[in-house]
């Protein structure tokens, strides 16, 4: 939970330090009593920061679109749309979940199967690598033996979910 709440506190003053004028509702729903989970605590922050960054990314680039135009009505109407990402952790069958969902463009179904693949990026050029999550997912599952998981409908928003071993 500290980790979590460190690395989201960080990331969002991030972003916010780059784009002025942004702004996203953020939201913690942390388990009170979360064990510890074997790993290293530097990699799952960077892990952690990299998918929030996404989803700050997600949020501003729908609030974006939808300002200029770029969106259609079926979507969300401008005026409605709050740009929002939610950090939950739980446990669950002696395991850790830490799940970062945001209301922003949602991936694409037919990306979805590829966004953990070294260089894939749904990004604009020059604006990602796309090592973020290939490297996110190899730490996740090959580091510390956990599973990265992802859940998108386009236009809706993305659900990541990060699940660990208790120590």
Known sequence: NTLCDETVKLAYHGYRSKEKTFNASLETRYAPEQPKVLGVPQDIGRVIMNIINNALYAVHE???????????????????????????????????????????????????????????????????????????YDIITKVHGGELRVKSKEGIGTDFEIVLAQA
Do not use: C, H, W
């Open 62 to 136: 729908k609030k974006r679109n939808l300002e200029s135009g770029a969106l259609s009505d079926k979507l969300v109407m401008d005026e409605m749309y709050k740009p929002s990402v939610l950090i939950i952790t739980k446990l669950e069958d002696q395991k850790v979940s830490i799940s970062i969902s945001d209301n922003g463009m949602g991936i694409p179904q037919n990306i979805v199967s590829k966004i953990f693949q070294p260089f894939f990026t749904t990004k604009p050029t020059g604006e990602g690598t796309g090592l973020g999550l290939s490297m996110a």
